[in-house]
C-alpha cells in the first residue's frame, strides 16, 4: 500500500486511551501520548513541525499518517449588541455547520460574580432526524452524526477566537445542531477529550447536553454516571400538545420521559433543566403552565422559557412579555423555579440551524 493510499488519522477524534492504543502500535510509550496531548490541547498547536519536543521520528510518523483536521468559517455574524458571535463551519466533506459564541455578563447559576463568562454552543449533527416543527435544524433533515473530532474542533475554534481578546472558554452548551443522545457514543468521546484534565480541562459542570428526550440515552447517562449537566427539551406537558410540536414525543411519551428523568436525579443526585419554547397561542397556555407545574411536581428541576425564535419553514410566533410573566407566575405557584433565556443574537439568527438555513447551498 502507497502512503497517498492511507487513511490519516484525525487526531482530534482520539480520546487519550484511544491515542495511547494508536501510539503503542508504533512503539511509542505513553510519555510521549503525554507531550503530543500537551501540544494538542494545552498549547493547541496545529502543525506537527512545530511540536519540537516531540521525537523527530515520532513527527515524522504524525505527518504522515495523521492528521489535526479544523473547519474552515464558511460564514459568520455578529448580534448588533456585540454578545454573540455565530460561526458556519465548513467540513472536511463540504458540509457545515454552526457554532455560537456568547458573552453573558453578570452572576451565574452558582450565584458567584463573574464579569463575563463565554458560552460556546456547539453542534452534534449535520442536520437533525428528529423533526420538531419550529425548529430550523429539524427542517433541515438529518446528513449525518459528527465525529468527535469535529464536535472537539467547535470548541477549539471558540477557544481561538477567544484567545485573541485574552479571554477564556467557561462554559459549553450542546445545543446546536443535532440531538446529541443519537450521537451518543461520539459525543461522549468528545466530551472526554474536552474534559481531560491535562488538556482543555473544562469543567463537566460546565457543560450542559441538551436533548429532546431519547429516554434510552437519559438512561445510559445515569447508568454511566457521566458528570455532564442535563437539559430536556419539553416543550408540552401533556402528550398531544407535545407531540404536535416534537415528533420524538410518540416514541417516548411523557409518563416514560418524566419515569427516566426522576431516575436520573434520584439516582445522579442532580438537577435536570427543562427547556420550554414559548410559542404564542400554542404552548403559552395557563393550562399548559398548570400541566407543567403538576407534572414537575417534586422533581429537583428548573425550567428555561426560551420565546420562539422564528424560523422559515414554522408559522408560529414568540410569546410576548405579559404571557410569559404570566407563565413563569403559575410556573412558581408549583414552586418551580424558572428563568427566561435571553434572545441575544436574534438579529443574526442566533436560533439552532437558522444561520444554516440562510446560506443554503454553501
Ligand atoms: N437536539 C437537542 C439540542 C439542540 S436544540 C434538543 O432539542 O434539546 C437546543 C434547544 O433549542 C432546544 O431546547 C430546542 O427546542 C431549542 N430550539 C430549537 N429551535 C428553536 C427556535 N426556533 N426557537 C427557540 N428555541 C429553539
Ligand atoms: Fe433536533 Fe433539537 Fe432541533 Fe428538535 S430541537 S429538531 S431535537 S436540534
Known sequence: ????????????????????????????????????WEYLYRQQQTDFATMNALRPDLRQRLAQQAMLATPSIAASSDSSD??????????????TIETVLMYFEGRDDSGSNSNARATACISTQVGCAMGCVFCAT???GFTRHLTPGEIVAQVLHVQRVLADRGETLRNIVLMGMGEPL??????????????????????????TLSTVGIVPGIKRLADEERPYRLAVSLHGATDAERQALVPPAKRWPLAELIDACRDYIDRRKRRIFFEWTLIDGKNDTPAQAHALGQLLHGLDAHVNLIPLNPTIGYDGEAT???????FQAILSSYGLPST?????GIDIAAGCGQLKAQHQGE
Open 1 to 36: 500500500m502507497t502512503l497517498a493510499a492511507v487513511q490519516r488519522i484525525n487526531l482530534y477524534d482520539l480520546d487519550k486511551d484511544a491515542l495511547t492504543t494508536l501510539l503503542a502500535s508504533w512503539g511509542y510509550s505513553s510519555f510521549h501520548v503525554e507531550q503530543l
Open 82 to 95: 456585540g454578545y454573540t458571535r455565530k460561526y458556519l463551519l465548513r467540513l472536511a466533506d463540504g458540509h
Open 138 to 140: 429539524g427542517q433541515m
Open 182 to 207: 443519537h450521537n451518543y457514543d461520539h459525543t461522549m468521546t468528545a466530551l472526554a477529550i474536552l474534559t481531560d484534565h491535562k488538556g482543555l480541562a473544562l469543567a463537566p459542570k460546565h457543560i
Open 320 to 326: 410576548g412579555e405579559t404571557a410569559v410573566k404570566q
Open 340 to 344: 427566561v433565556r435571553q434572545r441575544r
